[in-house]
């Protein structure tokens, strides 16, 4: 029995948690995690960790800086919000502490990805007497301002943008900082926010006074740079683009003329098999006109994309969670803050130009052990981004004409 086992009430014990030791798999037991964060474990029926967890976990939570090359859906988010929840449990702050002071920040990308991960955040911390506050563009200042005000916060989950309006207002300092998050760094660089990261970096104590965790999809010179920048000593743990994700996924490509894609995209849509489905085009201009064209086949389907108010984003997402709605069109950028099991299909209205999107597409179905099916609607255009798509894939794509009965008009 661990120093942990008994909550300081004495009413929740690990022992009403058993989890069986296995064969090459680490255990959340394993790493003598307060008794409150594992309650939460218990709550969300974590049992055995996912490769990057197990790889972790054991050198972030002794308060090491580390760079993770790691895809989304990898369980990434917990690992860093497991090392920060118990990082403040075992080390309390004696002493009075200000509104707009947070122990930890966590720096994200997108606002989808931000609300997950302050979602995420919220069930880790149940039984703790932790805040979590979340600042993100696209939703009400002045709300958000008066969260802020409200209680002392623990973990502040936050957009780049967002949270310099907060510094520069000064709402914000981030100077008692113990642990920054730097999620998605590849996709911050891509969207230009590295300007605003760096500021925000400055804000809080020098590297071998916090600990950084950084996280990308891929490394490149740009991203090693940083590395190299902002975080002292790390240790570099990689986890290979999940091959699982494929495994998981029926991949067809079905190629035809560009003029025949809308035709068949309605018809796969219409059909019985497609419980849910995720259809998605590389720009917004297109998602908007998906959109028109779809509901005017009488097909309902919802709208994710960076012009669209995030309100409106976060009830269409809610919608197609609880099954209301059956068919979401996205790009990539608000793609990835979709985290539903159960999606059946994927559609590739066109190939994204960036492999590494192909496989967060897909990825997107076969979650939670269930297979899904990703169909991707290839015209002339499209096919040269085939061969870079299968060299991250490490094998070849079956190329098929698309069935006859797609591309009859309905």
Not at 161 to 177: A, K, P, S, T, W
């Amino acid at each position: 029995m661990t120093s942990h086992s008994k909550s300081a009430n004495g009413q929740w014990s690990i022992d009403q948690f058993p989890v069986e030791p296995q064969e090459g798999k680490s255990r959340f037991h394993d790493f003598d995690l307060p008794v409150e964060l594992m309650q939460a474990v218990a709550d969300l029926g974590f049992e055995y960790c996912s490769p990057i967890q197990a790889q972790i976990l054991p050198h972030t939570l002794h308060g090491i800086d580390a760079i993770g090359k790691a895809q989304t859906g990898t369980g990434k988010t917990a690992a860093f919000l497991m090392t920060v929840i118990t990082h403040m449990l075992e080390h309390p702050v004696e002493g009075e502490r200000y509104l707009g002071e947070p122990r930890a920040t966590i720096i994200a990308p997108t606002r989808e990805l931000a609300m997950q991960i302050a979602e995420d955040a919220e069930l880790l911390t149940k039984h703790c007497d932790l805040n979590v506050a979340l600042l993100i563009g696209g939703m009400d200042y002045d709300r958000q301002l008066k969260t802020l005000h409200s209680k002392v916060v623990d973990i502040l989950v936050a957009t780049p943008g967002r949270l310099m309006d907060f510094i520069e207002r000064n709402e914000v300092q981030l100077h008692l900082v113990e642990t920054l998050v730097i999620d998605e760094a590849d996709r911050m660089l891509d969207m230009g926010f590295i300007p605003q990261v760096r500021r925000i970096v400055r804000q809080t104590p020098p590297r071998t006074h916090r600990q950084t965790l950084l996280f990308s999809a891929t490394f490149t010179p740009a991203i090693l740079e940083l590395i190299e920048r902002w975080t002292d000593n790390p240790v570099t743990i990689e986890i290979e683009p999940d091959r699982v994700a494929t495994d998981s996924v029926e991949q067809h490509i079905y190629l035809m003329s560009e003029d025949k894609k809308f035709r068949v995209l309605a018809n796969i849509l219409k059909s019985d098999v497609v419980e849910s489905a995720i259809v998605f085009a590389n720009r917004r201009d297109q998602v908007r006109r998906l959109h028109e064209q779809l509901t005017k086949r009488g097909i309902e389907c919802g709208v994710l994309s960076g012009e669209v108010a995030q309100q409106k984003r976060t009830k269409t997402l809610q919608r197609f969670k609880d099954g209301q709605l059956r068919v979401i069109v996205a790009t990539d950028v608000a793609g990835r803050g979709i985290h539903v099991d159960g999606i059946s299909h994927v559609i590739n209205f066109n190939l994204p130009e960036d492999p590494e999107d192909y496989v967060h597409r897909i990825g997107r179905t076969g979650r939670a052990g269930a297979t899904g099916t990703s169909i991707s609607l290839a015209c002339e255009s499209d096919s040269f981004m085939l061969p870079d798509i299968e060299e991250l894939l490490g094998y070849t794509l079956n190329y098929e004409q698309a069935p006859a009965h797609l591309l009859e008009k309905s």
